[in-house]
């Protein structure tokens, strides 16, 4: 019992954290595609939800420690670019669907926060990608998994 709790609390940290390590971690645990699917979906949700009541605060608060580290905030970047490219063609939407595959949840809930998107809608839109993505992820894992016997 506890070893499948243990699994699927591995599989919703890392669907918080580190999106695309969740489907594979699943698999490897060997939970049940909706198991996998399930757990990853309730990580980004969860983060989704948090970050943004946290919201002005942990914005000011991941730039005091980056100048603490001495980087500077750079105003354009390459990668700020490209998220003002996405935002401006999709709006929320854009950000969510590219989360899970090109930032992490945390990093895209901080981009829609950064945008003064309502929290409301920032989870909806997380949660409808992270409930895409898993899907796919998952059973590319397992096809994957198979390939590789």
């Known amino acids: 019992m506890f070893q499948k709790l243990n699994s699927y609390l591995t599989v919703y940290f890392f669907g918080s954290v580190k999106f695309a390590l969740a489907p ?26 948090v970050i943004p009541l946290l919201g ?4 000011a608060y991941l730039r005091k420690k980056r100048l603490e580290k001495g980087k500077p905030i750079k105003v ?33 809930t901080v981009i829609a926060v950064s945008f003064g ?7 909806l839109a997380m949660a409808l990608s992270a409930f895409f ?3 796919v992820m998952t059973l590319g894992s397992e096809w994957i998994a198979e390939w590789w016997k």
Do not use: D, H, N, Y
């Not at 998107?117 to 989870?123: A, E, G, Q, T, Y």
């Open 117 to 123: 998107v309502p929290r409301i809608k920032i989870l």
């Open 133 to 135: 993505w898993a899907l």
């Open 76 to 108: 354009f970047t390459p990668r700020k670019r490209l998220i003002v490219r996405i935002w401006q063609r999709f709006s929320i939407w854009g950000i969510a669907f590219l989360t899970p595959v090109l930032f992490s949840p945390i990093v895209g």
């Open 56 to 59: 002005e605060k942990f914005l």
């Open 24 to 49: 594979p971690t699943g698999v490897a645990l060997g939970l049940s595609e909706i198991e996998i699917i399930l757990c990853t979906v309730a990580g980004m949700s969860t983060t989704a939800f």
